[in-house]
């Protein structure tokens, strides 16, 4: 999902319908075949996709179903584990130059699902094809961390100055732009992934039908039915064949939740819910209940930020007491938000940098206190008016009743709520035109960099707060270049901890999937980013 979508996150109410509506499939139009009743030894990992996926192109899937499909039919460079860490892949062996700015992969032998090998020169094609112009690449921005990368996306250098290299057959070469120490887990995303050139030249829409889709991963497509079904095998060509436990997967395309809870039930599904589907609203407190709902979080944050510039908010103390006086579960219980979890830092819990954030939900003392302290400071005995802004969502609107009534109780503080359509609600935000304004972030790659340098500079793009901090700068400029994890660890630690202290930004709760599945479904990965991935997934 590209930078503009995220922003536009709304509630997790919402969320899941976002991931998945690139194509519609209308509910008149849902397919009739459904899975067949599961056999004993059956090694069949039966799901629902909900739609047909647009395209199994690495370089153009954009949308979660995409995704999903192209990491089961192809296999990159690294690739998330098991324990969520990222691991060589398709690369047998990575080296690393002393300033971090030069990655050298040394492939191992693999195929390509027709038999052909894959080689350096097919990833070189491979990640010049998402940056060139008439790709029109959504994901392009994946990498530009790579040297002319995004130059070369704009049409301003010639693809062959983008610092990708193929040496030999088995040795690719990469030149960064600068010191990016989260390389390897972005070389793990799907636009990452390698084609076959002689294949995606032949046809335009090699990825679009079985016969003409060629994949490395640990499965491959053996038969589509648009609209219908998608049926995964296991591909015996794959390079760690052995690791792969099932033998199908079948996909479903059932639009309706309804239908799919129902399927569930009836031994027709072994999963149900997200990250690809969907529960019923109203079956979700039931599975509760019942110890049956499965959660899992997932690198997203709704939050509100605060206009610094404008007072009263131009004090830290009284932004932190306006953030301490909620109660943020009662908050998603009153919103009826679909299972996230309170936030105490701008982190997510993907890539958590400190155990149960930096401060206490709910502390009304103490934000009585600051609110106090923040006002002395200001020589003001009563707070101007307040105006919390969101864009026009009824999920959006019940969220800011729920603070706004939280605040009159806790603080004696009067506060409007302003609905405006999503173009101006932007703008405003953009333009500093808000007191305090909801948005969302939902991560480019699971590391904390992610989120913590749109706070870098006042001037960012996505720094709607004004807010900047040269400690707070020198942290995250310090991390850019420490090779050490741990060391690095620390440096974005300390930087969050500032964040967290002056408050420019107050967390509201992360995202998190909701679903069920058969107890006999077991070794399946949803990496911090939301994707799904079926290498190690048994069903025995």
């Excluded at 998945?20 to 009739?32: F, G, H, K, N």
């Excluded at 996709?49 to 192209?70: K, W």
């Excluded at 020169?121 to 790579?146: C, G, L, Q, S």
């Excluded at 010191?179 to 992934?193: G, I, N, Q, S, V």
Aim: charged share 25%; hydrophobic share 40%.
């Amino acid at each position: 999902m590209n930078r503009q979508s995220k922003l536009a996150i709304g509630s997790f109410l919402s969320i899941s319908m976002l991931f998945t509506s690139s194509v519609s499939v209308l509910a008149s139009e849902a397919p009739t075949a459904a899975p067949a009743a599961k056999k004993p030894g059956d090694k069949t990992l039966r799901i629902n996709l909900v739609i047909d996926p647009p395209t199994l192109d690495p370089a153009l899937a954009d949308d979660s179903t995409s995704g999903a499909i192209a990491r089961a039919a192809f296999d990159g460079l690294t690739r998330i584990g098991k324990d969520g860490k990222v691991h060589n892949s398709v690369a047998e062996k990575v080296d690393v130059s002393p300033d971090l700015k030069t990655y050298t992969f040394h492939l191992r032998s693999s195929q390509w699902s027709n038999g052909d090998p894959v080689t350096a020169y097919d990833f070189e094609y491979a990640w010049k094809r998402v940056v060139d112009p008439r790709t029109a690449a959504n994901y392009a921005y994946m990498m530009y961390a790579i040297k002319n990368a995004e130059q070369a996306s704009r049409g301003e250098v010639k693809l062959d100055e983008v610092g990708v290299k193929a040496l030999d057959d088995r040795t690719l070469q990469v030149t960064l732009e600068q010191p990016t120490p989260y390389f390897l887990e972005l070389t793990a995303f799907h636009t990452y992934f390698p084609v076959n050139k002689k294949v995606v030249e032949a046809n335009p829409k090699w990825a679009g039908e079985v016969k003409t889709l060629v994949g490395n991963g640990p499965f491959k497509v053996e038969a589509w039915a648009h609209r219908d079904k998608l049926t995964l095998v296991k591909n015996q060509k794959y390079w760690d064949k052995d690791a792969v436990k099932l033998d199908r997967i079948e996909g479903a395309m059932i639009e309706d939740e309804n239908v799919e809870m129902s399927m569930f039930e009836d031994g027709l599904l072994d999963w149900a819910g997200q990250p690809l589907g969907n529960l019923p609203q109203d079956v979700i407190p039931v599975l509760k209940k019942e110890g049956k709902l499965i959660t899992q979080p997932f690198a997203g944050v709704y939050w509100y930020k605060f206009n610094t510039e404008q007072a009263p908010f131009n004090n830290a103390k009284i932004r932190k007491a306006f953030s301490y006086a909620i109660n943020r579960q009662a908050v998603i219980d009153k919103a009826a938000l679909n299972n996230p979890l309170p936030a105490t830092a701008v982190v997510p819990l993907t890539m958590t940098l400190k155990d149960g954030g930096y401060f206490k939900d709910n502390d009304t003392e103490t934000a009585k206190k600051l609110l106090a302290e923040g006002m002395k400071e200001l020589g003001i005995s009563k707070l101007p008016p307040i105006t919390v802004s969101y864009n026009t969502s009824e999920s959006h609107k019940k969220i800011a009743e729920a603070i706004r009534d939280q605040w009159k109780q806790a603080l004696g503080v009067e506060v409007k709520l302003e609905s405006t359509e999503w173009k101006v609600y932007l703008e405003n935000m953009h333009t500093g035109n808000y007191q305090i304004g909801r948005l969302g972030w939902l991560g480019d790659f699971n590391d904390p960099i992610n989120y913590l340098e749109m706070f870098e500079s006042k001037t960012g793009g996505n720094n709607d707060t004004r807010w900047e901090n040269q400690k707070y700068q020198e942290l995250l400029k310090q991390s850019a270049t420490e090779a050490d994890a741990e060391k690095r660890k620390k440096l974005l630690t300390d930087a969050e901890a500032i964040l967290m202290d002056e408050m420019p930004v107050m967390p509201i709760y992360f995202y998190s999937d909701a679903f069920v599945k058969k107890e006999y479904v077991k070794d399946y990965v949803i990496d911090g980013l939301n994707y799904i991935d079926w290498k190690w997934t048994s069903v025995e």
